[in-house]
């Protein structure tokens, strides 16, 4: 089986939606939406149909971009393929949210520094990037505790998976750090039970 098709199976478990409701909890009803790393489209997906959001979905695997297009069928959003590192290829001021999940701490830092001032540039005068993470924290037994079923078997896949660099993104707390240093609004907060934080930050 490809890793696309195994990954866009992981997201339809319960779980993967606890992992990204703090961020559907963050986003509105309007407005436009630009999901950077957007692998098989889940989060699109819900935000399209659920918030009625305007969404457009980015990512550097076609095959990923192709799982994406199944998943979303005639659910009005749009699929962009962009080369790693290449500048978006979007106008400035041009989405009132960016949402970038489960990729930042995979990256380089100054991959990371693109990415975030290309989203800056995105967005318009009162829009937000919203970051989610796993944190790499708590153990089996924790998982087990708050998400055991026969649907969630894949959680343990993914906490292992992202244990190692999630925990170096969590205790360098980096995007306070590019903040502050930029003078931006910042906040962070821990959710799905510890497993993963919600960073937002504003122009």
């Not at 550097?60 to 297009?69: C, G, P, S, V």
């Not at 990729?103 to 290309?118: A, I, T």
Request: aromatic share 10%; with cysteine; charged share 25%.
């Amino acid at each position: 089986m490809k890793f696309s098709k195994f990954f866009s199976g992981l997201q339809e478990a319960p779980w993967y939606r606890s992992f990204l409701n703090p961020v559907i909890n963050e986003i509105g009803t309007k407005g436009r939406l630009l999901d950077i790393g957007t692998g098989s489209g889940k989060l699109i997906q819900i935000l399209a149909t659920e918030n009625g959001m305007d969404c457009i979905g980015v990512d550097t695997d076609k095959e990923m971009l192709a799982e994406a297009k199944m998943k979303l069928g005639n659910i009005k959003a749009e699929l962009v393929e962009i080369s790693p590192n290449d500048k978006l290829p979007f106008a400035i001021n041009s989405f009132d949210y960016v949402t970038i999940c489960s990729v930042l701490f995979h990256l380089k830092k100054p991959d990371v520094d693109n990415m975030l001032r290309d989203s800056l540039n995105l967005l318009n005068k009162d829009g937000k990037i919203i970051v989610l993470t796993p944190t790499g924290k708590g153990n089996i037994v924790k998982l087990t505790k708050h998400f055991f079923s026969f649907k969630n078997k894949g959680i343990y896949i993914w906490y292992r998976a992202t244990k190692k660099r999630a925990r170096q993104w969590t205790d360098e707390n980096y995007l306070s750090e590019y903040a502050t240093k930029h003078h931006l609004s910042y906040k962070r907060e821990i959710v799905m039970k510890g497993f993963a934080q919600l960073e937002i930050i504003r122009g």
